[in-house]
């Protein structure tokens, strides 16, 4: 049986659409159907067997694209296999540890937790000193972030495998 995966997110600067990107491409390379979709490009859900959800974290938050999504296919999510990925901290070292422990916006927290996902993950992100503007250029000094691109596509590679292992196994 053919089994239809929805890789959904949401980006402001293209770094989530890359990550996005290679979940995707690991999961078909594993035999899977999978659709990589921008949150607000997906109405229905029906269609798919499992569903990976992502977001770009700014200013502890998800983007509202993404969040929206989350909250309004809250029924049909937790009838599903869900996986839930943030894309964030810049930094070497644990994300979580850059960010002291934050895994997840508060505000979602409570729909996470009744929708049950299978894992949440929580990555590495990119800040493109030259694509954000004066007043983000500020708030990231601010939250003494560094620039740059610290995406770690081994441990994402290896987050999708498991996706494609769990599904393949009938998860
Ligand atoms: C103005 C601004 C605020 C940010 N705030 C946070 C934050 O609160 N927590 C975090 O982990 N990352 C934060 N980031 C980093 C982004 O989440 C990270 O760069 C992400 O990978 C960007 O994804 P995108 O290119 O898909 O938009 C911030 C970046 C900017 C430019």
């Given amino acids: 049986m053919d089994i239809n995966v929805l890789v959904a997110y949401a980006t402001k600067y293209g770094a989530t659409a890359e990550i996005a990107e290679k979940i995707g491409q690991v999961l078909r390379d594993a035999g899977l159907n999978v659709f990589v979709e921008l949150t607000h ?96 250029k500020w708030m990231v000094k601010n939250i003494k972030a560094p620039f740059g691109d610290f995406r770690d596509w081994v441990a994402i590679t290896a987050w999708a495998a498991a996706i494609a292992d769990a599904l393949k196994k009938g998860a």
Avoid: C, M
């Fill in 41 to 136: 490009h997906v109405n229905d859900l029906s269609p798919y067997n499992a569903v990976v959800l992502g977001s770009a974290v700014y200013i502890g938050g998800w983007r509202r694209e993404a969040a929206g999504f989350l909250k309004s296919n809250e029924k049909a999510l937790a009838k599903l296999p869900v996986w839930i990925f943030s894309s964030g901290p810049t930094g070497e070292g644990d994300p979580s540890t850059i960010l002291q422990g934050w895994r997840l916006p508060k505000a979602i927290q409570p729909f996470v937790d009744r929708i049950k996902p299978r894992d949440v993950a929580l990555f590495h992100g990119a800040i493109y000193e030259d694509r954000i503007g004066f007043v983000e």
